[in-house]
Protein backbone atom coordinates (compact mmCIF):
# COMPACT_ATOMS: atom_id res chain seq x y z
CA UNK A 1 0.00 0.00 0.00
CA UNK A 2 1.34 3.71 -0.65
CA UNK A 3 -0.12 7.11 0.37
CA UNK A 4 -2.72 7.14 -2.83
CA UNK A 5 -4.01 3.59 -1.63
CA UNK A 6 -4.51 4.71 2.23
CA UNK A 7 -6.51 7.65 1.29
CA UNK A 8 -8.80 5.93 -0.88
CA UNK A 9 -8.99 3.33 2.57
CA UNK A 10 -9.77 5.87 4.14
CA UNK A 11 -13.33 6.07 2.49
CA UNK A 12 -14.04 2.72 3.36
CA UNK A 13 -12.52 2.33 7.28
CA UNK A 14 -11.89 4.87 9.80
CA UNK A 15 -9.54 6.65 8.60
CA UNK A 16 -7.76 6.88 12.34
CA UNK A 17 -7.73 3.18 11.74
CA UNK A 18 -6.09 3.13 8.49
CA UNK A 19 -3.66 5.51 9.83
CA UNK A 20 -2.43 3.17 12.28
CA UNK A 21 -2.32 0.43 9.88
CA UNK A 22 -0.05 2.90 7.54
CA UNK A 23 2.35 3.28 10.63
CA UNK A 24 2.09 -0.47 11.10
CA UNK A 25 3.85 -0.94 7.66
CA UNK A 26 6.02 1.73 7.93
CA UNK A 27 7.79 0.13 10.91
CA UNK A 28 8.51 -3.14 8.24
CA UNK A 29 9.46 -0.13 5.47
CA UNK A 30 11.79 1.09 7.98
CA UNK A 31 13.33 -1.79 7.97
CA UNK A 32 13.57 -2.54 4.61
CA UNK A 33 15.04 0.99 4.19
CA UNK A 34 17.94 0.47 6.87
CA UNK A 35 18.97 -2.64 5.05
CA UNK A 36 19.20 -0.68 1.30
CA UNK A 37 20.85 1.87 2.76
CA UNK A 38 23.40 0.03 4.63
CA UNK A 39 24.09 -3.04 3.26
CA UNK A 40 24.47 -4.64 6.46
CA UNK A 41 23.41 -7.57 8.44
CA UNK A 42 20.37 -5.80 10.69
CA UNK A 43 21.52 -6.16 14.65
CA UNK A 44 18.69 -7.85 15.79
CA UNK A 45 16.68 -10.53 13.87
CA UNK A 46 13.31 -9.11 11.77
CA UNK A 47 9.84 -10.98 11.96
CA UNK A 48 9.17 -13.36 8.90
CA UNK A 49 6.13 -10.75 8.04
CA UNK A 50 8.97 -8.71 7.17
CA UNK A 51 11.27 -10.75 5.05
CA UNK A 52 8.21 -11.93 3.22
CA UNK A 53 6.85 -8.87 2.58
CA UNK A 54 10.56 -7.67 1.33
CA UNK A 55 10.59 -10.88 -0.92
CA UNK A 56 7.72 -9.76 -2.45
CA UNK A 57 8.24 -6.39 -3.29
CA UNK A 58 11.88 -7.65 -4.62
CA UNK A 59 9.56 -10.22 -6.88
CA UNK A 60 7.14 -7.92 -8.77
CA UNK A 61 10.25 -5.99 -9.51
CA UNK A 62 11.07 -8.70 -11.95
CA UNK A 63 9.87 -8.30 -15.66
CA UNK A 64 8.20 -12.06 -15.16
CA UNK A 65 5.77 -10.92 -12.26
CA UNK A 66 5.27 -7.73 -14.75
CA UNK A 67 1.15 -7.77 -14.96
CA UNK A 68 0.79 -8.29 -18.69
CA UNK A 69 4.70 -9.09 -19.29
CA UNK A 70 4.70 -10.82 -23.13
CA UNK A 71 7.94 -12.28 -22.76
CA UNK A 72 9.04 -13.55 -25.78
CA UNK A 73 12.34 -14.82 -25.20
CA UNK A 74 13.92 -18.20 -24.63
CA UNK A 75 14.48 -17.66 -20.99
CA UNK A 76 11.14 -15.21 -19.35
CA UNK A 77 11.24 -16.56 -16.28
CA UNK A 78 8.31 -19.63 -17.10
CA UNK A 79 7.37 -21.50 -14.53
CA UNK A 80 4.79 -24.53 -14.98
CA UNK A 81 4.42 -25.46 -11.33
CA UNK A 82 3.00 -22.86 -8.43
CA UNK A 83 4.78 -25.13 -6.37
CA UNK A 84 8.26 -24.25 -8.08
CA UNK A 85 7.20 -20.78 -7.78
CA UNK A 86 6.59 -20.22 -4.65
CA UNK A 87 9.59 -22.42 -3.22
CA UNK A 88 11.45 -19.32 -5.06
CA UNK A 89 9.21 -16.71 -3.76
CA UNK A 90 8.70 -15.83 -7.59
CA UNK A 91 11.94 -15.11 -7.75
CA UNK A 92 13.08 -17.13 -10.94
CA UNK A 93 15.67 -15.19 -13.38
CA UNK A 94 18.51 -16.26 -11.14
CA UNK A 95 21.47 -14.08 -10.66
CA UNK A 96 23.90 -12.18 -13.27
CA UNK A 97 24.40 -11.99 -16.63
CA UNK A 98 26.09 -14.85 -19.31
CA UNK A 99 29.67 -12.71 -18.68
CA UNK A 100 29.92 -12.26 -14.85
CA UNK A 101 27.20 -13.68 -11.89
CA UNK A 102 27.75 -10.60 -9.93
CA UNK A 103 26.35 -8.16 -12.87
CA UNK A 104 22.77 -7.03 -13.34
CA UNK A 105 20.28 -8.50 -14.75
CA UNK A 106 17.55 -5.96 -17.39
CA UNK A 107 15.00 -8.31 -16.76
CA UNK A 108 14.97 -9.19 -13.29
CA UNK A 109 16.03 -5.69 -10.99
CA UNK A 110 14.57 -7.62 -8.04
CA UNK A 111 16.74 -10.56 -8.24
CA UNK A 112 19.78 -8.30 -8.88
CA UNK A 113 19.21 -5.87 -5.46
CA UNK A 114 18.88 -9.49 -3.85
CA UNK A 115 22.21 -10.69 -5.02
CA UNK A 116 23.50 -7.28 -4.41
CA UNK A 117 22.30 -7.16 -0.84
CA UNK A 118 23.56 -10.85 0.14
CA UNK A 119 26.89 -10.24 -1.09
CA UNK A 120 27.12 -7.11 0.86
CA UNK A 121 25.68 -8.50 3.94
CA UNK A 122 27.97 -11.63 3.31
CA UNK A 123 30.70 -9.00 3.59
CA UNK A 124 29.36 -7.42 6.78
CA UNK A 125 29.34 -11.16 8.66
CA UNK A 126 32.39 -12.16 7.30
CA UNK A 127 34.37 -8.77 8.55
CA UNK A 128 31.99 -9.47 11.99
CA UNK A 129 33.08 -12.98 12.62
CA UNK A 130 37.15 -11.44 12.13
CA UNK A 131 38.06 -10.98 8.87
CA UNK A 132 37.95 -7.02 9.46
CA UNK A 133 40.47 -5.99 6.50
CA UNK A 134 38.34 -8.48 4.23
CA UNK A 135 37.08 -5.84 0.85
CA UNK A 136 35.06 -8.19 -0.97
CA UNK A 137 32.84 -10.75 -1.40
CA UNK A 138 30.32 -12.87 -3.62
CA UNK A 139 27.82 -15.71 -2.88
CA UNK A 140 28.08 -18.45 -5.35
CA UNK A 141 25.64 -21.24 -6.51
CA UNK A 142 28.56 -24.48 -6.02
CA UNK A 143 29.85 -26.04 -2.78
CA UNK A 144 33.31 -25.29 -1.77
CA UNK A 145 35.15 -27.69 -3.59
CA UNK A 146 34.02 -26.75 -7.00
CA UNK A 147 34.35 -22.94 -5.98
CA UNK A 148 37.97 -23.45 -5.28
CA UNK A 149 37.79 -24.71 -8.83
CA UNK A 150 36.60 -21.58 -9.99
CA UNK A 151 39.44 -19.67 -7.85
CA UNK A 152 42.43 -21.51 -9.04
CA UNK A 153 40.84 -21.14 -12.95
CA UNK A 154 40.77 -17.82 -12.73
CA UNK A 155 44.83 -17.43 -11.60
CA UNK A 156 45.08 -19.82 -14.49
CA UNK A 157 45.29 -16.59 -17.02
CA UNK A 158 47.81 -14.77 -14.93
CA UNK A 159 50.39 -17.23 -14.35
CA UNK A 160 50.18 -18.84 -18.14
CA UNK A 161 53.18 -21.13 -17.02
CA UNK A 162 52.02 -22.11 -13.79
CA UNK A 163 51.14 -26.20 -13.61
CA UNK A 164 51.77 -27.43 -9.87
CA UNK A 165 49.38 -26.01 -6.83
CA UNK A 166 51.53 -26.55 -3.60
CA UNK A 167 49.12 -28.00 -0.54
CA UNK A 168 49.38 -29.07 2.83
CA UNK A 169 47.99 -32.08 2.87
CA UNK A 170 44.48 -32.60 4.10
CA UNK A 171 42.27 -35.74 3.95
CA UNK A 172 39.25 -34.36 2.00
CA UNK A 173 38.39 -35.51 -1.09
CA UNK A 174 36.74 -32.43 -2.68
CA UNK A 175 39.61 -30.04 -1.89
CA UNK A 176 42.09 -32.53 -3.57
CA UNK A 177 39.39 -32.61 -6.90
CA UNK A 178 38.94 -29.66 -6.91
CA UNK A 179 42.70 -28.89 -8.19
CA UNK A 180 42.56 -32.29 -10.68
CA UNK A 181 39.36 -30.62 -12.36
CA UNK A 182 41.36 -27.16 -12.65
CA UNK A 183 43.71 -28.95 -14.19
CA UNK A 184 46.66 -28.65 -12.15
CA UNK A 185 49.16 -30.97 -10.27
CA UNK A 186 48.75 -30.73 -6.49
CA UNK A 187 51.90 -31.37 -4.90
CA UNK A 188 51.45 -32.93 -1.36
CA UNK A 189 53.60 -31.31 1.29
CA UNK A 190 52.94 -33.96 3.95
CA UNK A 191 52.86 -32.07 7.76
CA UNK A 192 54.25 -32.83 10.65
CA UNK A 193 54.09 -34.06 14.04
CA UNK A 194 54.34 -32.08 17.06
CA UNK A 195 53.11 -33.23 20.06
CA UNK A 196 49.85 -34.98 19.25
CA UNK A 197 48.98 -32.37 16.16
CA UNK A 198 49.81 -32.54 12.52
CA UNK A 199 50.98 -28.95 11.66
CA UNK A 200 52.14 -27.63 8.42
CA UNK A 201 56.23 -28.08 7.52
CA UNK A 202 56.78 -24.92 6.53
CA UNK A 203 60.51 -25.75 5.50
CA UNK A 204 59.06 -28.71 2.93
CA UNK A 205 56.48 -26.10 1.91
CA UNK A 206 59.47 -23.83 0.95
CA UNK A 207 61.91 -26.10 -0.20
CA UNK A 208 58.74 -27.35 -2.96
CA UNK A 209 59.14 -23.64 -3.96
CA UNK A 210 62.90 -23.55 -4.91
CA UNK A 211 62.52 -26.82 -5.83
CA UNK A 212 59.81 -26.27 -9.05
CA UNK A 213 60.41 -22.27 -9.16
CA UNK A 214 57.65 -19.68 -8.61
CA UNK A 215 56.48 -19.53 -12.63
CA UNK A 216 55.72 -22.79 -12.57
CA UNK A 217 53.58 -22.60 -8.91
CA UNK A 218 49.97 -21.56 -9.57
CA UNK A 219 49.26 -21.03 -5.89
CA UNK A 220 49.31 -22.57 -2.27
CA UNK A 221 46.45 -23.97 -1.54
CA UNK A 222 46.38 -23.69 2.37
CA UNK A 223 43.08 -25.26 4.49
CA UNK A 224 41.97 -23.64 8.00
CA UNK A 225 39.06 -25.49 9.42
CA UNK A 226 39.91 -29.53 9.66
CA UNK A 227 40.15 -32.75 11.39
CA UNK A 228 41.99 -33.31 14.20
CA UNK A 229 44.89 -34.06 15.11
CA UNK A 230 45.81 -31.88 11.62
CA UNK A 231 45.08 -28.73 12.85
CA UNK A 232 44.69 -25.17 10.95
CA UNK A 233 47.63 -24.46 8.35
CA UNK A 234 50.27 -21.99 9.91
CA UNK A 235 48.46 -18.94 7.38
CA UNK A 236 50.54 -16.39 8.63
CA UNK A 237 53.81 -17.99 7.83
CA UNK A 238 52.44 -19.56 4.62
CA UNK A 239 50.82 -15.91 3.54
CA UNK A 240 54.53 -14.34 3.74
CA UNK A 241 56.05 -17.03 1.84
CA UNK A 242 53.90 -16.39 -0.76
CA UNK A 243 54.14 -12.50 -0.44
CA UNK A 244 57.68 -13.50 -0.62
CA UNK A 245 58.30 -15.37 -3.62
CA UNK A 246 55.16 -13.80 -5.47
CA UNK A 247 53.32 -16.98 -5.43
CA UNK A 248 49.13 -16.60 -4.84
CA UNK A 249 47.45 -17.90 -1.95
CA UNK A 250 43.87 -19.53 -1.98
CA UNK A 251 42.65 -20.83 1.55
CA UNK A 252 40.14 -23.01 2.09
CA UNK A 253 38.07 -22.11 4.72
CA UNK A 254 35.28 -24.72 4.81
CA UNK A 255 34.00 -24.39 7.73
CA UNK A 256 36.22 -21.96 9.46
CA UNK A 257 33.85 -18.61 9.89
CA UNK A 258 32.10 -20.18 13.03
CA UNK A 259 35.41 -20.30 14.09
CA UNK A 260 37.19 -16.85 15.43
CA UNK A 261 40.18 -18.44 15.70
CA UNK A 262 40.10 -19.59 11.91
CA UNK A 263 38.98 -16.59 10.95
CA UNK A 264 41.84 -14.54 12.98
CA UNK A 265 44.29 -16.91 11.13
CA UNK A 266 43.18 -15.43 7.72
CA UNK A 267 42.96 -12.03 8.84
CA UNK A 268 47.01 -12.25 10.49
CA UNK A 269 47.70 -14.00 7.48
CA UNK A 270 46.23 -11.16 5.06
CA UNK A 271 48.23 -8.45 7.12
CA UNK A 272 51.54 -10.42 7.20
CA UNK A 273 51.94 -11.12 4.33
CA UNK A 274 49.47 -12.49 0.64
CA UNK A 275 45.92 -13.91 0.85
CA UNK A 276 44.52 -13.35 -2.46
CA UNK A 277 40.98 -15.79 -1.63
CA UNK A 278 39.32 -17.41 0.63
CA UNK A 279 36.53 -19.72 0.24
CA UNK A 280 33.78 -21.38 3.02
CA UNK A 281 30.57 -23.28 2.39
CA UNK A 282 27.24 -22.01 3.04
CA UNK A 283 25.72 -25.47 4.71
CA UNK A 284 28.41 -25.33 6.85
CA UNK A 285 29.00 -21.86 8.26
CA UNK A 286 25.13 -20.46 7.64
CA UNK A 287 22.60 -23.54 8.51
CA UNK A 288 21.07 -23.52 5.24
CA UNK A 289 20.86 -26.58 1.91
CA UNK A 290 24.10 -27.46 0.53
CA UNK A 291 24.82 -26.06 -2.69
CA UNK A 292 26.13 -22.56 -1.97
CA UNK A 293 29.93 -21.20 -0.72
CA UNK A 294 31.07 -17.76 -0.38
CA UNK A 295 34.01 -16.48 -2.24
CA UNK A 296 35.75 -13.71 -0.65
CA UNK A 297 39.09 -11.54 -0.81
CA UNK A 298 40.87 -8.53 -0.32
CA UNK A 299 41.62 -6.76 -3.63
CA UNK A 300 37.98 -5.70 -5.20
CA UNK A 301 39.47 -6.59 -8.67
CA UNK A 302 40.67 -9.92 -8.00
CA UNK A 303 37.31 -11.19 -6.30
CA UNK A 304 35.36 -9.36 -9.55
CA UNK A 305 37.90 -11.21 -11.64
CA UNK A 306 36.68 -14.44 -10.14
CA UNK A 307 32.73 -13.65 -10.60
CA UNK A 308 33.99 -13.12 -14.04
CA UNK A 309 35.00 -16.44 -14.51
CA UNK A 310 31.66 -17.81 -13.91
CA UNK A 311 29.99 -18.71 -17.12
CA UNK A 312 26.32 -17.50 -17.64
CA UNK A 313 23.32 -17.26 -15.37
CA UNK A 314 23.36 -18.70 -11.59
CA UNK A 315 20.75 -19.84 -9.46
CA UNK A 316 19.38 -17.49 -6.92
CA UNK A 317 18.94 -20.17 -4.32
CA UNK A 318 21.46 -20.00 -1.70
CA UNK A 319 21.67 -16.64 -1.95
CA UNK A 320 18.09 -16.61 -1.21
CA UNK A 321 18.62 -19.01 1.65
CA UNK A 322 21.42 -17.27 3.09
CA UNK A 323 19.90 -13.73 2.81
CA UNK A 324 16.77 -15.15 4.52
CA UNK A 325 18.71 -16.63 7.20
CA UNK A 326 21.21 -13.74 8.07
CA UNK A 327 17.53 -11.56 8.05
CA UNK A 328 16.17 -14.19 10.44
CA UNK A 329 19.53 -14.48 12.96
CA UNK A 330 20.38 -10.59 13.03
CA UNK A 331 23.92 -9.96 13.98
CA UNK A 332 22.82 -11.13 17.07
CA UNK A 333 21.49 -14.20 16.86
CA UNK A 334 24.33 -15.29 14.33
CA UNK A 335 26.72 -14.29 17.38
CA UNK A 336 24.85 -16.07 19.88
CA UNK A 337 24.96 -19.12 17.77
CA UNK A 338 29.41 -18.49 17.48
CA UNK A 339 29.37 -18.32 21.00
CA UNK A 340 27.07 -21.32 21.78
CA UNK A 341 29.51 -23.38 19.42
CA UNK A 342 32.28 -22.31 21.39
CA UNK A 343 30.83 -23.40 24.96
CA UNK A 344 29.47 -26.52 22.95
CA UNK A 345 32.77 -27.21 22.70
CA UNK A 346 34.57 -27.23 25.61
CA UNK A 347 31.87 -29.38 27.02
CA UNK A 348 31.87 -31.70 24.29
CA UNK A 349 36.28 -31.35 25.23
CA UNK A 350 35.68 -31.83 28.85
CA UNK A 351 33.57 -34.68 28.84
CA UNK A 352 35.73 -37.01 25.79
CA UNK A 353 38.68 -36.57 27.52
CA UNK A 354 36.94 -38.20 30.76
CA UNK A 355 35.65 -40.84 28.66
CA UNK A 356 38.88 -41.52 27.76
CA UNK A 357 40.38 -41.44 30.55
CA UNK A 358 37.74 -43.73 32.24
CA UNK A 359 38.37 -46.50 29.06
CA UNK A 360 42.51 -46.04 29.63
CA UNK A 361 42.38 -43.98 26.47
CA UNK A 362 43.58 -40.84 25.70
CA UNK A 363 41.77 -37.14 24.11
CA UNK A 364 44.81 -35.86 21.80
CA UNK A 365 46.22 -32.80 22.99
CA UNK A 366 45.26 -30.69 19.90
CA UNK A 367 44.69 -26.74 21.40
CA UNK A 368 45.76 -25.53 17.67
CA UNK A 369 42.25 -26.91 16.43
CA UNK A 370 39.28 -24.90 17.90
CA UNK A 371 36.75 -27.22 15.95
CA UNK A 372 37.61 -31.10 16.29
CA UNK A 373 38.65 -33.35 18.67
CA UNK A 374 40.32 -36.74 18.52
CA UNK A 375 41.07 -39.60 20.79
CA UNK A 376 42.58 -43.18 20.72
CA UNK A 377 41.59 -46.35 20.45
CA UNK A 378 44.20 -48.72 21.65
CA UNK A 379 42.43 -51.07 23.91
CA UNK A 380 39.82 -51.43 21.76
CA UNK A 381 42.47 -52.13 19.17
CA UNK A 382 44.51 -54.63 21.30
CA UNK A 383 40.99 -56.52 21.54
CA UNK A 384 40.64 -57.43 18.16
CA UNK A 385 40.89 -56.53 14.35
CA UNK A 386 37.89 -55.53 14.44
CA UNK A 387 36.91 -53.65 17.76
CA UNK A 388 37.66 -50.64 16.16
CA UNK A 389 35.27 -50.70 13.20
CA UNK A 390 32.53 -51.94 15.33
CA UNK A 391 32.63 -48.62 17.21
CA UNK A 392 32.07 -47.31 14.26
CA UNK A 393 28.89 -49.27 13.36
CA UNK A 394 28.13 -49.24 17.19
CA UNK A 395 28.13 -45.17 16.96
CA UNK A 396 26.36 -44.72 13.49
CA UNK A 397 23.56 -47.38 15.14
CA UNK A 398 23.27 -45.08 17.88
CA UNK A 399 22.39 -42.62 15.58
CA UNK A 400 25.53 -40.48 16.15
CA UNK A 401 27.07 -38.86 12.47
CA UNK A 402 29.73 -36.82 12.19
CA UNK A 403 32.12 -38.58 14.01
CA UNK A 404 34.80 -40.87 12.40
CA UNK A 405 36.52 -44.24 13.84
CA UNK A 406 39.64 -44.58 11.69
CA UNK A 407 41.38 -47.82 12.21
CA UNK A 408 44.94 -48.21 12.89
CA UNK A 409 47.07 -48.37 9.76
CA UNK A 410 44.14 -46.77 7.65
CA UNK A 411 45.70 -44.21 4.82
CA UNK A 412 43.72 -41.60 6.94
CA UNK A 413 46.01 -41.39 9.41
CA UNK A 414 49.64 -40.11 9.32
CA UNK A 415 49.68 -39.81 13.21
CA UNK A 416 50.28 -43.95 14.05
CA UNK A 417 47.29 -44.05 16.34
CA UNK A 418 44.23 -44.97 15.76
CA UNK A 419 41.80 -41.42 16.34
CA UNK A 420 38.15 -41.61 16.99
CA UNK A 421 37.52 -37.80 15.51
CA UNK A 422 34.58 -35.92 17.09
CA UNK A 423 34.23 -33.33 14.66
CA UNK A 424 32.20 -30.81 14.10
CA UNK A 425 30.36 -29.16 16.88
CA UNK A 426 28.19 -26.88 14.85
CA UNK A 427 26.30 -30.24 14.05
CA UNK A 428 26.00 -31.20 17.43
CA UNK A 429 24.95 -27.20 18.52
CA UNK A 430 22.11 -27.07 15.65
CA UNK A 431 20.53 -30.28 17.21
CA UNK A 432 19.61 -27.92 19.67
CA UNK A 433 15.99 -25.72 19.38
CA UNK A 434 16.49 -22.77 16.97
CA UNK A 435 16.17 -19.39 18.01
CA UNK A 436 12.48 -18.38 17.63
C1 LIG B 1 33.44 -29.57 3.20
C2 LIG B 1 34.84 -29.41 2.83
C3 LIG B 1 35.22 -29.17 1.51
C4 LIG B 1 34.29 -29.00 0.38
O1 LIG B 1 33.22 -29.81 0.26
P1 LIG B 1 32.02 -29.38 -0.67
O2 LIG B 1 31.14 -30.58 -0.67
O3 LIG B 1 32.59 -29.09 -2.01
O4 LIG B 1 31.39 -28.17 -0.04
C5 LIG B 1 36.56 -29.02 1.26
N1 LIG B 1 37.48 -29.10 2.21
C6 LIG B 1 37.15 -29.31 3.50
C7 LIG B 1 38.22 -29.33 4.52
C8 LIG B 1 35.82 -29.49 3.85
O5 LIG B 1 35.50 -29.68 5.12
Redesign the pocket.
Known sequence: MNTENFLASERLVNAAYVRQGSQGRRAHELRLRALLEQGKCPEDGWDESTIELFLHELAIMDSNNFLGNCGVGEREGRVASGLVARRHYRLIHGIGRSGDISAVQPKAAGSSLLNKLTNSVALDIIKLAGVRTASSCFVVPM????SLTLCFLTLRHKRPKAKYIIWPR?D?K??FKSMITAGFEPVVVENVLEGDELRTDLKAVEAKIQDLEADNILCVHS?T??FAPRVPDRLEELAEICARYDIPHIV?N??GVQSSKCMHLIQQGARRGRIDAFVQ?LD?NFMVPVGGAIIAGFSDSFIQEISKMYPGRASASPSLDLLITLLTLGTKGYQQLLKERKEMFSYLSENVKKLAEAYNERLLETPHNPISLAMSLRELDKQSGTAVTQLGSMLFTRQVSGARVVPLGSQQTSSGEANMMCRDCWTLNSHQPQPA
Open positions: ATGMIQSCTSCNAYSK
